[in-house]
C-alpha cells in the first residue's frame, strides 16, 4: 500500500511568487491534515479536511493560504504571494474515519524556501 | 491552549547509552499522548502511542507512560543504536476538540555515535 506523497519535495521561490504544494493521501483516508514547521520549531497544524470540506482551519496563518480538496482525494495547499516567513517544511497526513485516536501517516514533506 | 514542551537538544549519547527524552504537556480533558520520529530524509513515523493515564506505550525498545499526576510523557531507550539517530517529537491530541488534530513539541534531535 503507498504512503502519503507529497510534491514537490523542494522548492526555492522569491518572495511575491506564487507555490502550490500536492499532497496524496493513503487511498481510502478521508482525514486529511496540513502542518507546517518553521525554522526547528514545533511542528504547527494548520488545517483538517474530512473528504472534501474543511473540518478545521484554525491553523491557517492568513488569507495567503488557501487549501483545497476538491473529489476529496488529494489535497493543494496554495501560497500566494509567499513571503519570507513562510518558509519551512509543511506535512500531510491522512487518517481513516473520523477523529480521536486514529493514526495519522505522514507524508515526507514539501520544503519550502522564499528569498 | 494545550501544548507540548520537550527538552531541547541536541542530544548526542554514545551507543548502548540509557535514553531519556522529557516531555511535560497541558491538554483540557483526556488527550491522547504519541511520540513521532523523523529519520533524515523521511516523514514522521508513529514511534508508541498512550490513550489514557498509566498507559504504557512501547515500541522498538522505547517506552513511555503517560503520567497524569506530573503530565508527562517521557520516552527512555536503555540501550540506543546508531540507527535511533533521528528526530523525535512529543505530540497529543487536542482535548478541547474532536479534529484529531496533533499538538507538537519543538522535537528533540538525537545523535548517537558508535
Known amino acids: 500500500e503507498a504512503g502519503v506523497t507529497q510534491f514537490p519535495s523542494h522548492s526555492v521561490i522569491e518572495k511575491g511568487q506564487t507555490v502550490t504544494l500536492r499532497c496524496d493521501p493513503i487511498?481510502?483516508?478521508?482525514?486529511l491534515y496540513w502542518y507546517r514547521r518553521v525554522m526547528g520549531k514545533e511542528i504547527k497544524f494548520l488545517l483538517h479536511?474530512?473528504?472534501?470540506?474543511?473540518?478545521?482551519e484554525s491553523g491557517m496563518p492568513n488569507n495567503r493560504f488557501l487549501a483545497e480538496r476538491t473529489g476529496g482525494t488529494y489535497s493543494t495547499l496554495k501560497v500566494q504571494p509567499a513571503e519570507l516567513e513562510d518558509s519551512g517544511v509543511y506535512f500531510c497526513?491522512?487518517?481513516?474515519?473520523?477523529?480521536?485516536?486514529?493514526?495519522?501517516?505522514f507524508g515526507p514533506g514539501t520544503r519550502l524556501t522564499v528569498l | 491552549g494545550d501544548s507540548v514542551t520537550q527538552m531541547e537538544g541536541p542530544v548526542t549519547l554514545s551507543e548502548e547509552a540509557f535514553l531519556t527524552i522529557n516531555c511535560t504537556y497541558t491538554?483540557?480533558?483526556?488527550?491522547?499522548l504519541f511520540w513521532y520520529v523523523q529519520y533524515p530524509g523521511e516523514g514522521l513515523q508513529l514511534l508508541l502511542k498512550?490513550?489514557?493515564?498509566?498507559d504504557k506505550g512501547s515500541n522498538k525498545g522505547f517506552e513511555a507512560t503517560y503520567r497524569k499526576e506530573t503530565t508527562s510523557f517521557h520516552l527512555e531507550k536503555g540501550s540506543v543504536q546508531v540507527s535511533d539517530s533521528a528526530v523525535y517529537f512529543c505530540?497529543?491530541?487536542?482535548?478541547?476538540?474532536?479534529?484529531?488534530?496533533?499538538?507538537f513539541g519543538q522535537g528533540t534531535t538525537l545523535q548517537v555515535k558508535p
Open positions: 497526513a491522512s487518517s481513516q474515519v473520523g477523529p480521536g485516536n486514529n493514526e495519522q501517516f
Open positions: 487511498s481510502g483516508h478521508d482525514n
Open positions: 479536511f474530512v473528504k472534501e470540506s474543511k473540518q478545521d
Open positions: 491538554a483540557t480533558g483526556y488527550p491522547s
Open positions: 498512550a490513550t489514557k493515564a498509566d
Open positions: 505530540a497529543l491530541t487536542d482535548g478541547s476538540g474532536n479534529t484529531g488534530k496533533l499538538i
